[in-house]
């Protein structure tokens, strides 16, 4: 996987995201939301278009 540099706060946006997403779930739901978005993304799926682009 290719390593692309990014400024502090396009990192903690997608961290947020997947905190948020599982709050009070435990690490382990953190960490499989983070997971997930990370599959979705790299696998280009078809129910997310446009996921890549910073639109």
Known sequence: MAV???SE???KQPAH???AEAKGDG???ILT???TGV???RAD????KG???HG
């Open 33 to 35: 939301s983070g997971k």
């Open 9 to 11: 706060k396009k990192i």
């Open 39 to 41: 599959i979705r993304v």
């Open 4 to 6: 692309v540099p990014l």
């Open 45 to 48: 799926c078809l129910n997310y």
């Open 27 to 29: 690490k382990q739901k």
């Open 17 to 19: 995201l997947v905190r």
């Open 51 to 53: 996921i890549r682009s």
